[in-house]
Nanobody
Framework: QVQLVESGGGSVQAGGSLRLSCVGSGFTSSNYHMAWFRQAPGKEREGVAVIRAGGTPRYVDSVKGRFILSKANAVNTLYLQMNSLKPEDTAMYYC???????????????????????WGQGTQVTVSS
């Protein structure tokens, strides 16, 4: 029913930029909270940025000032503009959406996976030195 498709990943040198897109279908994005997660090799999946219904974008500390989250409700699309990329940004990036309600418990992390019910297939971002 609810589907998300990511695109825009690729390989870039440190300091470069990349823009990820997530196109949703089967729901009205303005009524859902939507987010980007990422998972690096050997690491846990972590939340990167989130925007909830009626709210403003929020970011994990490591990307503040470098990444910009935006949403185009008319075309049901979530974007993540990634600037000043670092090798540690290398990961598979996933789009997520949901309307779950808290409390969410995930060890005090920035964003809990349990908040979201639908996930995209992922798009790979590789940042080289």
């Amino acid at each position: 029913q609810v589907q998300l498709v990511e695109s825009g990943g690729g390989s870039v040198q440190a300091g470069g930029s990349l823009r990820l897109s997530c196109v949703g279908s089967g729901f009205t994005s303005s009524n859902y909270h939507m987010a980007w997660f990422r998972q690096a090799p050997g690491k846990e999946r972590e939340g990167v940025a989130v925007i909830r219904a009626g709210g403003t974008p929020r970011y994990v500390d490591s990307v503040k000032g470098r990444f910009i989250l935006s949403k185009a409700n008319a075309v049901n699309t979530l974007y993540l503009q990634m600037n000043s990329l670092k090798p540690e940004d290398t990961a598979m990036y996933y789009c997520a959406a949901g309307r779950n309600r808290g409390p969410f418990v995930c060890g005090g992390r920035f964003l809990c996976e349990s908040e979201f019910t639908t996930w995209g297939q992922g798009t790979q971002v590789t940042v080289s030195s």
